[in-house]
Each structure stands twice: as C-alpha cells, then as structure tokens.
C-alpha cells in the first residue's frame, strides 16, 4: 500500500548543512571550527551535578511542572533580564523554553501564516531560517555587516512597500558574522517596527560573552514590539536544553499556550539546576568572568595567527564577543570547495554559503574559537592556511 503523502511544509525543507557537517567533522583527527560548541572543559559540570544532587532531594525535580517554566527559575531570569533592558519584569513576563530554538520555533507558530513575510539577516542564522521555512514564510533577507543589520536597506525595502510580519535579528556578536549591532542601528530597527507594526525577534544567546565591555542596550529597552530571547546553552550548558522568552504578554500568553501541545512543560529537573547556578550569583559572575577572558583570549591568538598566515590574501573581523569569527578571503577562492581539503589537512570550518540567503557567500567562512585552547587554534590557523594554499593551486 502507498504511504500517506507528507505535509506540504516539508516540501520546501532540508537539513542544516552546519547539522550535516557536525557529522562529517566529528573526526578525533579534526580540529572543528565547524560548530558553535562551548568547550566542554568550562562547562561546569561540578557545579551542575551539584545543583542536580540538591534537586533531586526534592520530588518536584523528577515532576511535570508549569509549562511557563520553574517559577524560580523565571523570577532569576526576570530579574536578570531587568537590568539589561531597564525595566521591571516580573517572573509572569518571562516564558522557559526548550532552548531558545523552541522559543524561536513557538514564536513561528503563534506569529505567522503561510505565506507571511518575515525579514532575516544575510548571513542569517540557520536554525531560524529552519524555523521560517517550516512556518512556509516568505523570506526578506537584509545584508548584515560589522555593525548587524543594515536598517537602512531594511527602511528602503519597507519604503518599497515590503510589508513582514517578523523581523528576526541577532543583536550581539552575531551567528555567524560576530558583529554588534549598532546602537544607531538598534535605535533606528525599533523606529521602523513602530511605524510599520512588525514584530522583532531579538534573538540574543551570546551577549553575556564579552571580551571588553558589555553591548549597547537591548533592541527590547526601546520598542514594545520586541520578544527577546536568550539561552543558557552559551554560558552554562546546551544539554540543560534552557532559554527564555519575554515582551508582548498577549504574545507570551500565546507562546504558553501553543507550548502546552508542543511538549507539556520543559524539564523540571534542568531548570532547576539552572536556577541554582544563576542564583549564585558569586559562583555565576565568576564563571562569565572567566569564559569572557578565555574566549577573548583564544580570539585574539586565532585572529592573529590567521593574519599572519593569510597575509593580504583575507580579511578577519574584528571580533569583540561571542564565539565567531568570520572570514573573508580576498582571493577568488570558494570556501565550500577548500573544505574538503581543510578536512584532508585536519580542520574544519563552516562555508559562508551556509548562512546566505540572497548574498554570494562563496568567498567567506565561520571559524569558531571557542571549543580549543590557544594552541590548538593556532595548530587550526596553521592547517587552514595550508589548505586555502593547496586548494588555490589546484
Ligand atoms: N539563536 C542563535 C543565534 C544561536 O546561535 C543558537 C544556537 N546555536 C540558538 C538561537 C539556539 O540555541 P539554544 O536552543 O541552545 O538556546
């Protein structure tokens, strides 16, 4: 008998490359900058098997809980997520989320129809760009540069009549281009969801990671039209599987609710570990310390090692927070096709044509310092070299 047909939306999906390539550079052999993992070796497992004994004293760890998320937990966030943007938010403002992918994923759902045009960042994001198409939008891509977004391309394209539901933005240290987006540029973004009555998506999960000064103010201190999310993955652990999502509480209300059929409420037991480690803000502060100075660290040894090998032959961003850098080779060389090589050499990178969207990304690529220590990146700088070398020759 013939299967049943799948729905229409899978029609026009595929699978991440960068997911794909995870798989491909998983080899002991390879040093991968492939991926955005924090190196395992900060993330505090001492600490977190800790907080797991203390909760699983306590029956309500192994239970169902809410499915707006642990109450504690939402009060820390709250309170955290207060001073960052200037305003008191109280514990029923904030939503916990499977990660801030879910949340992403949940705001697709409550926001947007089928055919709905949403604005992304060229290079965007993957996994948002997964979460658009799913939601069969229609997507707007707008450049990003050193300074995120370019609003006034965005502003010319609303002039044109462009009209999206959903901009979604990476404010800091920018998946995959590191940049920042501008204050000008977070005042401006904020100006235009006003007049034309989009929603932005801010989605933040690297701003706590700063090498020299915290970002400009939240996008979310200066419009009410913006739903902010963020992640403990980045700076506590991805298995905890914790975001959160805050703005608009008819907005939120809805998240809650398209949450309770998605997946019941999240884990109890990982938030509450994550409620712990928060709350101890001593322990906490000193952890962000330290990841804030060793990812400095290991950017600028990366950075400087890939200037002295590629010489004029590319360009490195400055970096200035999270865990990417990005690279732009100044000779005609395709970075898809060097990755092979790369691999053969022993390291690997994500191409730039993975994040594009209307943009020929062919000549760039994402490196990310964050999993190896300082040696070990400049061992990768030294097999990248080599391998752009041998991949031009051929
Ligand atoms: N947003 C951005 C920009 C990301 O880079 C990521 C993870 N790579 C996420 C959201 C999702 O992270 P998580 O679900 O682990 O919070």
């Given at each position: 008998?013939?299967?049943?047909?799948?729905?229409?939306?899978?029609?026009?999906?595929?699978?991440?490359?960068?997911?794909?390539?995870?798989t491909?550079?998983a080899?002991?052999?390879?040093?991968?900058?492939?991926?955005?993992?924090?190196?395992?070796?900060?993330?505090?497992?001492?600490?977190?098997?800790?907080?797991?004994?203390?909760?699983?004293?306590?029956?309500?760890?192994?239970?169902y809980?809410?499915?707006?998320?642990?109450?504690h937990?939402?009060?820390?966030?709250?309170?955290?997520?207060?001073?960052?943007?200037?305003?008191?938010?109280?514990?029923?403002?904030?939503?916990?989320?499977?990660?801030?992918?879910?949340?992403?994923?949940?705001?697709?759902?409550?926001?947007?129809d089928?055919?709905?045009?949403?604005?992304?960042?060229?290079?965007?994001?993957t996994?948002?760009?997964q979460v658009?198409?799913?939601?069969?939008?229609?997507?707007?891509?707008?450049?990003?540069?050193?300074?995120?977004?370019?609003?006034?391309?965005?502003e010319?394209?609303?002039?044109?009549?462009?009209r999206?539901?959903?901009?979604?933005?990476?404010?800091?240290?920018?998946?995959?281009?590191?940049?920042?987006l501008s204050?000008?540029?977070?005042?401006?973004?904020?100006?235009l969801?006003d007049?034309?009555?989009?929603?932005?998506?801010?989605?933040?999960?690297?701003?706590?990671?700063?090498?020299?000064?915290?970002?400009?103010?939240?996008?979310?201190?200066?419009s009410?039209?913006?739903?902010?999310?963020?992640s403990?993955?980045?700076?506590?652990?991805?298995?905890?599987?914790?975001?959160?999502?805050?703005?608009?509480?008819?907005?939120?209300?809805?998240?809650?609710?398209?949450?309770?059929?998605?997946?019941?409420?999240?884990?109890?037991?990982?938030q509450?570990?994550?409620?712990?480690?928060?709350s101890d803000?001593a322990?906490?502060?000193?952890?962000?310390?330290?990841?804030?100075?060793?990812?400095?660290?290991?950017?600028?040894?990366?950075?400087?090692?890939?200037?002295?090998?590629?010489?004029?032959?590319?360009?490195?961003?400055?970096?200035?927070?999270?865990?990417?850098?990005w690279?732009?080779?100044?000779?005609?060389?395709?970075?898809?096709?060097v990755?092979?090589?790369?691999?053969e050499?022993?390291?690997?990178?994500?191409?730039?044509?993975?994040?594009?969207v209307?943009?020929?990304?062919?000549?760039?690529?994402r490196?990310?310092?964050?999993?190896?220590?300082?040696?070990?990146l400049?061992?990768?700088?030294?097999?990248?070299?080599?391998?752009?070398?041998?991949?031009?020759?051929?």
């Amino acid at each position: 008998m013939k299967h049943a047909a799948l729905s229409a939306r899978m029609g026009g999906l595929r699978s991440s490359a960068i997911r794909d390539l995870l798989t491909l550079t998983a080899r002991p052999d390879v040093i991968s900058l492939a991926g955005g993992l924090p190196d395992p070796n900060f993330i505090p497992r001492e600490r977190i098997s800790r907080a797991a004994a203390d909760a699983l004293g306590d029956a309500s760890s192994v239970q169902y809980g809410e499915t707006s998320g642990l109450r504690h937990l939402r009060e820390v966030i709250a309170a955290r997520e207060s001073v960052k943007i200037g305003r008191t938010l109280e514990s029923s403002d904030v939503v916990v989320t499977h990660g801030s992918q879910q949340g992403l994923s949940l705001l697709a759902q409550v926001l947007l129809d089928a055919g709905d045009t949403v604005v992304v960042e060229d290079p965007a994001y993957t996994g948002a760009l997964q979460v658009f198409r799913t939601a069969q939008a229609t997507l707007a891509a707008v450049p990003v540069d050193a300074d995120g977004m370019d609003t006034e391309v965005l502003e010319a394209k609303l002039a044109g009549g462009l009209r999206p539901k959903v901009v979604h933005t990476v404010s800091n240290f920018h998946n995959p281009r590191g940049s920042v987006l501008s204050l000008e540029r977070r005042a401006h973004l904020a100006k235009l969801a006003d007049t034309y009555g989009f929603w932005i998506l801010e989605d933040d999960p690297y701003g706590e990671l700063y090498f020299d000064g915290p970002p400009p103010l939240p996008v979310a201190a200066l419009s009410d039209r913006v739903i902010r999310l963020s992640s403990a993955s980045k700076v506590l652990a991805p298995a905890l599987r914790v975001g959160w999502l805050h703005g608009d509480r008819r907005v939120c209300e809805a998240v809650e609710l398209i949450k309770q059929g998605a997946d019941l409420c999240g884990s109890s037991l990982t938030q509450q570990i994550a409620a712990d480690l928060f709350s101890d803000t001593a322990w906490f502060d000193a952890h962000l310390d330290k990841l804030r100075a060793s990812y400095g660290n290991r950017a600028k040894a990366l950075v400087s090692a890939l200037e002295a090998g590629f010489g004029d032959s590319a360009r490195f961003s400055p970096v200035r927070g999270g865990m990417f850098c990005w690279m732009e080779s100044l000779e005609p060389v395709d970075t898809a096709a060097v990755l092979d090589v790369a691999v053969e050499h022993g390291v690997a990178f994500v191409p730039g044509a993975a994040f594009g969207v209307d943009a020929d990304l062919s000549l760039a690529a994402r490196l990310c310092f964050a999993t190896y220590p300082e040696t070990v990146l400049e061992d990768a700088a030294r097999k990248l070299c080599d391998a752009f070398r041998d991949a031009s020759a051929q």
